[in-house]
Each structure stands twice: as C-alpha cells, then as structure tokens.
Nanobody
Framework: QVQLVESGGGLVQAGDSLRLSCAAS????????MGWFRQAPGKEREFVAR??????NYADSVKGRFTISRDNAKNTVYLQMNSLKPADTAVYYC??????????????????WGQGTQVTVSS
C-alpha cells in the first residue's frame, strides 16, 4: 500500500513556473514507476509525465516545458512546470504504478493515487 500526497499547486500567470511535489509513504517507493496526470473541468484525466526504471516519458503537450524527477531517499516525486499556459489549468494528480515496464500512460493502469492539487494559470 502506498499513500500519496501532492502539494505545490496554486494560481500563477501565463509564463510562470511551479513545482509540484508528491510525497509517498509506504514500502518500496523506488520499486514503483511514478506518474503525473491532470484533469480539467469537463475533461477526462490525461497523462502528463512518468518516471520509472526505463527513464522518463512526457505528453507531447508538455514536452520541453515540464520535467519529472524523483528523490528515492525522500520518497518524493516532483513535476517542474515552466512556461505555463492557461491550457495547463487542471487538478494535477500523482500516481504510482507497480509495473515499470513497459511504460504505461492510461490512468486505469496506475495502482495508487493522491488527492490532487489545483493549478490555475491566468492569461
């Protein structure tokens, strides 16, 4: 069992940066692939980024602007978001996947979820 708690969301202007954090508790954090998803009002939850044994993967919409990283000693995964756009406005969720390979991008494939943190980008 893994518990996930996100933090770092907020209200920013277009072009600003934010760093989201996701603190995990439970066993064997380093064994999990970790992902970030987001969900805007009226839309389905969508993949943003993933980090696992095979490296990192990004959605095309955030590639070059967002960076996912993890610190296994701190049981924490991060999402550095630069050059934010109004289209990035959503609730951002951290998720853990027990399967490292192959990389997976569907929300239903992930085993544990945080409660989400709101990111709002004004124009």
């Amino acid at each position: 069992q893994v518990q996930l708690v996100e933090s770092g969301g907020g209200l920013v202007q277009a072009g600003d940066s934010l760093r989201l954090s996701c603190a995990a508790s439970g066993r064997a954090f380093s064994d999990y692939a970790m992902g970030w998803f987001r969900q805007a009002p009226g839309k389905e939850r969508e993949f943003v980024a993933r980090i696992g044994w095979s490296g990192t993967n990004y959605a095309d919409s955030v590639k070059g602007r967002f960076t996912i990283s993890r610190d296994n000693a701190k049981n924490t995964v991060y999402l550095q978001m630069n050059s934010l756009k109004p289209a990035d406005t959503a609730v951002y969720y951290c998720a853990a996947d027990k399967t490292n390979w192959p990389p997976r991008y569907r929300a239903n494939d992930y085993d544990y979820w945080g409660q989400g943190t709101q990111v709002t980008v004004s124009s």
